[in-house]
């Protein structure tokens, strides 16, 4: 019966190197293979104390200053709406520029364009409204 675990030889290949080598490397691919659970499990458990290894014993994180995760936020919903639109502006010009090939999708690359600006249309909302500021909606045409 073949198994997973059955590495067979050929009449002729005990003398080539390559088919040695070959051999090894499925080998090596099977040992790592029927490793995953224990990799996993070793894994989770170095998260798990990793994690529990970030509180400190006075309780204060941040060295005191909790301000630090906010900024920390708002700094990323700015890079985030920032680069949302460039990827936006990026799409819609590949999509003009391919929009003449054959057997190009240039339809979804117009509206993966335009995900890209209402997602970062949303993230600069929200970084305006972690600013303070309000969001100023002009409907004079």
């Known amino acids: 019966m073949n198994t997973v675990m059955d590495l067979r030889t050929f009449q002729g290949l005990e003398n080539s190197r390559a088919a ?7 080998a090596l691919a099977l040992l790592v293979k029927s490793a995953n659970g224990v990799i996993a499990t070793i894994l989770m458990i170095l998260v798990g104390v990793m994690s529990v290894s970030a509180q400190t014993p006075s309780g204060s994180f941040f060295n005191g200053n909790s301000s630090q995760l906010g900024n920390s936020l708002r700094s990323v919903t700015f890079f985030l709406a920032a680069a949302m639109i460039i990827a936006g502006i990026i799409f819609i010009a590949v999509g003009i520029i391919t929009s003449g090939l054959r057997e190009s999708l240039s339809t979804w690359k117009f509206i993966t364009g335009a995900a890209c600006f209402a997602f970062g249309g949303v993230c600069a909302a ?3 409204f972690s600013q303070g500021d309000s969001v100023p909606l002009d409907n004079a045409f």
Do not use: K, N
């Not at 040695?20 to 499925?26: A, E, K, Y």
């Open 20 to 26: 040695r080598f070959g051999q090894r490397l499925v």
């Open 126 to 128: 929200i970084y305006a």
